[in-house]
């Protein structure tokens, strides 16, 4: 799908895991995008560095989305480099591993803050630079449906996101811009340090029907269609990203 010549992405958490190969992936598609990242400049800068070495256009934004009025900022950095977007990505989020009997304040705030507060004023502030027909594609979780009492705060996080994107389907379709989420199962990012230990990847691998964990490019294609042409039908929607994530009970060996 090389269909997007001409149009302008952003991309938020773009630095590494998911998010580099969704940017690199809208690029190679014809997006000019902006890499945004929230701490390591550097590795954004290789992200730009490496779209540019295939060809594409790109360049790197800063915000760190745990501050307050990080959308504001986010924008503002954007603006320097264009002034409209066709396709937002709001892939940037953080995670905290513990059971309700483990969770703080502290960590449920900055859970918040990043992974809900800041998509949603990110989509508000964005939506005068967001051209008609444009496409909102939103980074969810198969912890936002189903038990997952050791993502607690996660979970819950991801669950606000997948309600938020079927409001924003209803509520800007009279624009024509679709916004739509991907919620990923076990993926193999650095949200998964503990895929380390080999019977812990091995027990993920067991719980997706493909036998496998899942690699930031299953989720980066599923992005790419939805910010293309071909996607232009699916509006509102949470679309399972786990390859046939606990579809039944785990398959003997």
Do not use: C
């Not at 295939?54 to 504001?72: V, W, Y």
């Not at 800041?118 to 936002?144: E, M, V």
């Not at 189903?146 to 389907?169: C, D, N, Q, V």
């Amino acid at each position: 799908m090389s269909n997007l010549k001409g149009k302008t992405a952003l991309v938020t958490g773009a630095s590494r895991g998911i998010g580099r190969y969704t940017a690199e992936r809208l690029a190679k598609d014809g997006a000019r995008v902006g890499v945004h990242y929230g701490q390591n400049k550097e590795l954004a800068l290789e992200t730009v560095a490496a779209i540019e070495a295939n060809g594409g256009s790109a360049f790197a934004i800063h915000a760190d989305l745990s501050l307050p009025h990080a959308a504001e900022t986010l924008w503002k950095a954007f603006d320097e480099h264009a002034d409209k977007v066709d396709i937002l990505v709001n892939n940037a989020g953080e995670v905290v591993y513990g059971t309700i009997r483990e969770i703080v304040e502290e960590d449920f705030a900055r859970l918040f803050t990043v992974n809900v507060k800041s998509p949603l004023f990110i989509i508000q502030q964005g939506l005068s630079r967001i051209n008609d027909g444009g496409r909102i594609i939103n980074l969810s979780s198969a912890a936002a449906y189903m038990a997952s009492p050791m993502a607690t705060m996660y979970s819950a996080t991801k669950g606000a996101i997948s309600t938020l994107t079927r409001t924003l389907a209803w509520d800007l379709g009279d624009r024509q811009i679709t916004v739509n989420a991907v919620a990923p199962g076990f993926t193999d990012t650095d949200m998964s340090s503990w895929f380390a230990n080999p019977g812990a990847r091995e027990w993920a691998a067991g719980q997706s029907a493909l036998g496998r964990v899942g690699q930031p490019s299953d989720i980066g294609d599923i992005i790419a269609f939805l910010a293309s042409e071909d996607g232009r039908w699916v509006n509102g929607q949470t679309i399972d990203a786990t390859g046939g994530g606990l579809l039944g009970v785990t398959k003997a060996g």
